[in-house]
């Protein structure tokens, strides 16, 4: 079992930064994959960021390419989505996941943490 906390959610205005922070208990997380999802009411659950457990891997979903930013840090136990330039659109309550490889459905990741909200007002 793997338990995932986040955290760093909040309010900002459009072009503004936030740092999510993910913190993993449980098994090993360096043997994980770890995954960033959003969703927003009525819409699936969409994977925005992912990271391989080696950090040799990343994948983006094109609309944050260039803005966000996921990286690792295992001996924290730690995954972080360093989000700049903040677009309105991007509000959303944001989940970190935990999979066995790097994977952009929500199937591919059997642990969730339980989501932090991040708005950005225009």
């Known amino acids: 079992q793997v338990r995932l906390v986040e955290s760093g959610g909040g309010s900002v205005q459009a072009g503004g930064s936030l740092r999510l922070s993910c913190v993993a208990s449980?098994?090993?997380?360096?043997?994980?994959?770890m995954g960033w999802f959003r969703q927003v009411p009525g819409k699936e659950r969409e994977c925005v960021a992912s990271i391989s457990w080696s950090n040799a891997s990343t994948y983006y979903v094109d609309s944050v390419k260039g803005r966000f930013t996921i990286s690792r840090d295992n001996a924290k136990n730690t995954v972080y989505p360093q989000m700049n330039s903040l677009k309105p659109e991007d509000t959303a309550v944001y989940y970190c996941a935990a999979g066995d490889d790097i994977a952009v459905s929500p199937q591919g990741y059997a642990y969730w943490g339980q989501g932090t909200q991040v708005t950005v007002s225009s």
């Open positions: 449980g098994r090993t997380f360096s043997n994980y994959a």
